[in-house]
């Protein structure tokens, strides 16, 4: 089955500054990557995701790029706020195989 | 839109009770639901994937007559915990798909403690 690796495990920024968060997989038939964040105590939200046809997308303060031959996908938050902390989850899936496969967790603290 | 409530959002019972958490997709259909657990500074883990109007798949090593899944309308499935014992302590979370099998929406969690 999928195998999700996310790195790193804690972060830690000041506000203003950029978080990277990366995520390795093993299943080259993944084909969705989708992010979520969840704040102490709640289920996890989608912040962003991307399909295998796509090389990086954006939304606003939030990006996610994807490399298919490194089998690698990346989360990138720019001007980092307080209310960014939280913890961060990535994800793959195959279509139509309905079962996502979690990466280990970033928590993202962000310092005012 | 796509909004997933859990009821109730905290529990505690004591061991060898039942408890009921229910899971409703509020503003969409969705006949597929899938339950997860959490444990503290963990990941996700999938528990079981609900199907409505047929037997839930169960994940490898999650014992079915302990957590009993129904999936008894396109808006509601139902994770029944038997004889909870406290190491069935957790966080459980309950998403539900819409559309397409791309889009997963999760609910609040629903954190079950067992004296």
């Known amino acids: 089955g999928e195998n999700v690796e996310q790195h790193p495990s804690t972060l830690s920024v000041q506000e203003g500054d950029s978080a990277v968060i990366k995520c390795t997989y093993s299943d080259s038939a993944s084909n969705y990557f989708p992010w979520y964040k969840q704040e102490l105590g709640k289920g996890p939200q989608l912040i962003i995701d991307?399909?295998?046809?796509?090389g990086e997308k954006k939304d606003q303060r939030i990006a996610v790029t994807l490399n298919k031959t490194a089998k690698h996908f990346s989360l990138h938050i720019t001007e980092t706020q307080p209310e960014d902390s939280a913890v961060y989850f990535c994800?793959?899936?195959?279509?139509?195989?309905?079962?996502?496969?979690f990466g280990s967790g970033t928590k993202l603290n962000v310092k005012p | 839109g796509a909004v997933v409530s859990q009821h109730p959002s905290w529990v505690i019972c004591k061991s060898g009770t039942s408890v009921k958490i229910e899971c409703r997709s509020l503003?969409?259909?969705?006949?597929?639901m899938f339950w997860y657990r959490q444990f503290p500074k963990q990941s996700l883990m999938l528990m079981a994937t609900s199907n409505e109007g047929s037997k839930a798949t169960y994940e490898q090593g999650v014992e079915k007559d302990k957590f009993l899944i129904n999936h008894a309308s396109l808006t509601l499935s139902t994770l029944t915990v038997t004889s909870a014992h406290p190491e069935d302590s957790s966080f459980y979370i309950c998403?539900?798909?819409?559309?397409?099998?791309?889009?997963?929406?999760f609910g609040p969690g629903t954190r079950l403690t067992v004296t």
């Open positions: 991307i399909r295998s046809n796509v």
């Open positions: 994800a793959a899936t195959i279509y139509n195989f309905n079962k996502f496969y």
């Open positions: 998403s539900a798909h819409r559309g397409s099998p791309y889009e997963q929406y």
């Open positions: 503003d969409f259909q969705a006949t597929t």
